[in-house]
C-alpha cells in the first residue's frame, strides 16, 4: 500500500500493529486519516478483517471509514467499524438472554424514554415543577453511567430527599423496561458491559474475535465506555487509541478527560506518537484557534503548525439583532455561492438548537439551501413515530411504550378509565399491556365500542405476527396502515396537516421499500450476510442465536440513525447543525453565529471553571473545522426563548490574538475612541448598510468588495437580479429548490407561494428565479 502521502509519524503509527498505541495530536493532524490507514494496512499485512474492531463517535464517521477502507483494500468482510451504541447493540441482540432479556428487545431513544419516565412520575404523583422529567432523566442516566442500578444509587445517596424522589422513578423505570423488553441507549452501553461481565465465555470469545481495537475521539469516552474496551483488551493489549484532549466536549454527559491523558499508565508498554502537522486549516485560522486554547490550564502542551499560507483573515461582525445575523451570514452565502463556492462547502455550527430557527427563516426567504443536522427529525415526527409503534409492536409486542403510542391512535374509543384499568391490570400481574389485552377477562370487563376495537387490534398483531415470514416488508407496512385504520382516520380528515401527514408515511414507505430492495442485493444484503457468517461463527463456539427477521434489521437501522446520519451529501446544501455535532467534520467555511456571553460561552459556565474550560475546548472544535474561511458573529440584542436580551460579547473573543481578525469588538472601539463608543458605531457599517436596504441587500461583503484574494475572487462580485415582475396571484410558479406551487399573494417585497413540497413559503422578490409555468 502507498503510504507516501501519509508524514513520516503518520506512517509510523500505521506501521505500529502490535502493542498499546496512543496518538494524541491536536485538530485536524490526520489522526482519523491515520487510522483509516492503519486498519487498511493491517489488513494488507494478512490480518483477518474479522479481527479488527474500530469505534468511531458518530454512525456518519463510521460510514466514513468503511468506504475509505474499502477503497484501499480488496477485501474488508468482517470488520467492525461502528459506533459503540451500534457495537453492543450488535453483542446484546445476539445474547441478550444471559441478562434476562428476550430477543427481539425494543432500543427505546430519547421521546420514548421521557414519555416512559412522565408516565411513571404521574402514577407516582410526582410533581414534574418540582422535579423536571429531563432532571429525573439525567440523574439516572448519570447513575447508569456509574453502573448503579436503583438499589446502589440509592444506597450511596441514602438521606437525600431529592435523591429518594429520583430513586422511586428508577426503581419503576426498571421494572417498566424490563417488562416492556426495551433497553434504552444508555442501557445499551452498560448491557454490553454487563454481558461481557456475566458470562466469562462469551468475553473470551469477543477477546479472541477481536485482535486489534481502535477508538477514534477517545478523549469523549465515558467510564463505560472506557470499561468496554479494556474488558475486550486487555488480554491482547493491541489497542490503538486516537485523540485530542483539547477537543473534550462530551464531560457533560459523563466524558473523562482522564481517560486519554491517562492512558500511558493503563498501558505502561505503549508507544505515543503526536501528529504536528494541520492539513486542514489555513495559517490564520489555525493561529486563532491556537490564541484561544492555550487559556485553557492543565492541558498537554502541543505545537500545531501548518505550512499553509495564512489565507483569510477571519471576518468578526456585531449585527443589531438575531435576524440581521442570519441575514448577514445569509448574504455571505449567497456572496461565496456566486464566487463559485457550492452551498455544500458551508456550514453555520450554533452552540444552540434554539438558534437555527432565524436562519432558517432568512435562508428559506433568500432561496438558500440548507439541511438541518438536528432538532424535529423525519424519524421524530408523530405519524412516523406512530407508524414505527406499530411495527415495533408487531416485533415486541410487550413494548409498553409502542401500545400506549398507538392504542388509541387512530381513535378506538379506549378512555382514560378504561386504559388505566388494563394497565392496573397488567402492572398487577406485571405483564405487558398486550399480554393483558389477550386475557378473556380483561376483553370482557371492556366497554362494547372499546373492546370490539381492541379485539380487532389484537388480533391484527397477532395476524401480523403470524405472517412475518411471509409478508414482505412493504406489505406489512401497508397491512399495518391499513388495518389499524390508522390511514383510513387521516383520509377522512381531510385536513392540509393530515394530507401532510399522509405525505410523510408514504415517503417513509420508500423508506421501507428502499431497505428491503437493499437487502436482496444491495449493501444491505452484504451487511446481513456478514452478520449470518457472525452468527454462524458463534454457534460453532457453542452460543447459538436466533435469526433475526428483516423487521428487526429494519427497526434496528432506523433507531441507530443519529441526527448526524441525515446529511444527504449528493444535496447542494448549506448544513447547519450544533458545535457539538460538527466534531471530526470539516468544511471549507464556517459562520459560527452567537459569539455572546450566555450562549457562548453559555451561562452555566461562569459559574464554574471546568465547564468554561470546556466551552472553550467547544470553542476551538468549532473554528478548527475551518478549511479556508471563518466567520464569528454575534447580536448586540437576541431573543430567544421568547426574550430579549442585550448581549454582551463573547469573552473568547477577548481571547483571540487579533492579528487575525477583520472587525473589531467593542471593546476595541471604546479603547479608540477613549473610552465612550456611539451608539451607532457599535454596529459596524453593516447596520447602516443592512438596515437601510431593508431586503433589498446592496450590501457587498465583510470586506467591502475588496477581493477576498485567498478565497479566490478575481474581482468584486455582482449579484445576479432576478426580476420576478408579471407574475399575478393563483399563477403557477417554479422555485429552484421548492419546485411547482402557486403564487397566493405579491406584496411588492414579498411573494407567497403555496408549494406543492413544502408548503406555505415567504420568498423575497429578486434572489430566487421564479419562473411562471
Ligand atoms: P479532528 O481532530 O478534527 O478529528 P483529525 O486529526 O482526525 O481531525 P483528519 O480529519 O484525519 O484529522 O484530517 C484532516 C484533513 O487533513 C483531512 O482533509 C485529511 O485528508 C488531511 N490530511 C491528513 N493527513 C494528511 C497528509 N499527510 N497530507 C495531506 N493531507 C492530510
Ligand atoms: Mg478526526
Redesign the pocket.
Known amino acids: 500500500m502507498d503510504l507516501s ?3 513520516s509519524e ?1 506512517q509510523k503509527a500505521v506501521k505500529h500493529i502490535d502493542g498499546p498505541l496512543l496518538i494524541l ?10 487510522m483509516t490507514h492503519r486498519i487498511a494496512y493491517m489488513i494488507e499485512q494478512g490480518v483477518n478483517p474479522a479481527q479488527i474492531m474500530a469505534v468511531t463517535f458518530t454512525n456518519k464517521a463510521a460510514g466514513e471509514m468503511r468506504d475509505r477502507v474499502e477503497s484501499l483494500v480488496p477485501r474488508t468482510r468482517g470488520m467492525w467499524i461502528m459506533t459503540f451504541h451500534a457495537m453492543c447493540l450488535r453483542m446484546l441482540r445476539y445474547q441478550c438472554e444471559v441478562l434476562g432479556y428476550k430477543t427481539g428487545f425494543t432500543v427505546y431513544d430519547e421521546t420514548d424514554r421521557k414519555s416512559l419516565v412522565k408516565r411513571i412520575m404521574k402514577a407516582l404523583e410526582i410533581n414534574e415543577k418540582t422535579y423536571p422529567v429531563s432532571y429525573v432523566i439525567s440523574v439516572i442516566s448519570n447513575a447508569k453511567e456509574r453502573e448503579q442500578n436503583s438499589e446502589k444509587y440509592i444506597a450511596e445517596n441514602s438521606g437525600d430527599f431529592r435523591a429518594n424522589t429520583v430513586y422511586q422513578v428508577y426503581r419503576e423505570y426498571e421494572k417498566e423496561m424490563m417488562r416492556n423488553n426495551a433497553m434504552d441507549f444508555d442501557d445499551l452501553i452498560l448491557n454490553g458491559v454487563r454481558l461481557l461481565e456475566a458470562d466469562p465465555e462469551i468475553l473470551a470469545y469477543y477477546r479472541n474475535r477481536f485482535q486489534y481495537i481502535m477508538v ?2 477517545y478523549q469523549d469516552t465515558n467510564y463505560l465506555q472506557y470499561k468496554l474496551i479494556h474488558l475486550l483488551s486487555k488480554t491482547n493489549r493491541n489497542l490503538c487509541v ?1 485523540g ?1 484532549d483539547d ?1 473534550c466536549i462530551y464531560q457533560w454527559r459523563g466524558a473523562d478527560i482522564r481517560n486519554i491523558l491517562d492512558f500511558e499508565k493503563d498501558f505502561p508498554e505503549v508507544t505515543t506518537i503526536k ?1 504536528e502537522q494541520n ?2 486549516s489555513d495559517g490564520n485560522i489555525l493561529n486563532l484557534a491556537n490564541s484561544v486554547i492555550c487559556n485553557n490550564k492543565g492541558r498537554k502542551e502541543k505545537a500545531l503548525w501548518t505550512e499553509k499560507k495564512d489565507g483569510a483573515k477571519i471576518t468578526y461582525r456585531r449585527l443589531p439583532d438575531e435576524k440581521q445575523e442570519a441575514w448577514y451570514i445569509g448574504s455571505e452565502i449567497d456572496r461565496l455561492h456566486e464566487a463559485g463556492y457550492p452551498y455544500s462547502d458551508m456550514a453555520v455550527l450554533y452552540r444552540k438548537n434554539a438558534q437555527s430557527r432565524a436562519f432558517e427563516e432568512k435562508f428559506s426567504f433568500r432561496g438558500i439551501p440548507y439541511r438541518v443536522l438536528a432538532g424535529l427529525r423525519f424519524y421524530d415526527r408523530k405519524e412516523i413515530k406512530d407508524v414505527m409503534a406499530y411495527m415495533h409492536l408487531v416485533e415486541n409486542p410487550d413494548d409498553d411504550v409502542a401500545m400506549l403510542r398507538v392504542i388509541n391512535e387512530p381513535k378506538r374509543g379506549v378512555g382514560a378509565k378504561t386504559l388505566s384499568g388494563i394497565q392496573a391490570y397488567a402492572s398487577g400481574y406485571r405483564i405487558s399491556i398486550y399480554r393483558a389485552l389477550c386475557e378473556a377477562q380483561v376483553m370482557a370487563s371492556l366497554p362494547k365500542k372499546a373492546g370490539k376495537a381492541l379485539q380487532e387490534f389484537v388480533q391484527m398483531i397477532q395476524d401480523l405476527r403470524g405472517e412475518l415470514d411471509n409478508l414482505t416488508l412493504v406489505d406489512l407496512y401497508d397491512n399495518i396502515l391499513n388495518r389499524s385504520g390508522y390511514l383510513g382516520a387521516l383520509e377522512a380528515a381531510d385536513t392540509v396537516e393530515a394530507d401532510g401527514r399522509i405525505e410523510n408515511i408514504m415517503e417513509f414507505k420508500s423508506v421501507v421499500a428502499e431497505f428491503e430492495k437493499s437487502l436482496e442485493n444491495g449493501d444491505e444484503a452484504a451487511h446481513q450476510e456478514e452478520l449470518r457468517e457472525e452468527r454462524e461463527a458463534l454457534a460453532k463456539a457453542g452460543f447459538p442465536v436466533d435469526e433475526p427477521t428483516p423487521l428487526a434489521a429494519f427497526l434496528e437501522r432506523i433507531t441507530l440513525m443519529s441526527d448526524i446520519d441525515n446529511r444527504d451529501e449528493s444535496e447542494d446544501a448549506v448544513v447547519l447543525m450544533t458545535l457539538h455535532s460538527a ?2 467534520l ?1 468544511f471549507p467555511i464556517v459562520f459560527i453565529p452567537g459569539m455572546e456571553n450566555g450562549i457562548f460561552p453559555g451561562t452555566a459556565s461562569f459559574d464554574e471553571e471546568g465547564r468554561l474550560e470546556e466551552e472553550r475546548r467547544l470553542c476551538y ?1 468549532g473554528i ?2 475551518a478549511k479556508k474561511k471563518l466567520y464569528l458573529t454575534g447580536a448586540e440584542t437576541r431573543m430567544l426563548y421568547g426574550r430579549t436580551d442585550y448581549t454582551s460579547e463573547s469573552m473568547f473573543l477577548d481571547e483571540m490574538d487579533k492579528q487575525y481578525i477583520d472587525g473589531e469588538t467593542v471593546k476595541e472601539r471604546q479603547a479608540k475612541q477613549g473610552g465612550i463608543a456611539g451608539d451607532g458605531g457599535l454596529f459596524g457599517d453593516y447596520f447602516y448598510k443592512g438596515r437601510s436596504h431593508g431586503t433589498e441587500d446592496g450590501y457587498s461583503g465583510p470586506d467591502g468588495g475588496k477581493p477576498f484574494d485567498s478565497l479566490g475572487y478575481a474581482k468584486k462580485q455582482t449579484r445576479k437580479k432576478f426580476s420576478n415582475e408579471g407574475l399575478e396571484a393563483g399563477d403557477k410558479v417554479r422555485h429552484p429548490k421548492f419546485g411547482e406551487g402557486m403564487l397566493i399573494e405579491d406584496s411588492g417585497k414579498i411573494l407567497t407561494i403555496a408549494f406543492d413540497s413544502v408548503g406555505i413559503k415567504k420568498i423575497g422578490k429578486g434572489f430566487v428565479n421564479i419562473e411562471k409555468v
Do not use: I
Not at 495530536?25 to 491515520?34: L, N
Open positions: 502521502n501519509l508524514n503518520q495530536a491536536g485538530a485536524g493532524s490526520g489522526k482519523t486519516t491515520t477514534d475521539e486516537v485530542d477537543q501528529l492539513y486542514r466534531k471530526g470539516e472544535v478548527t473545522r
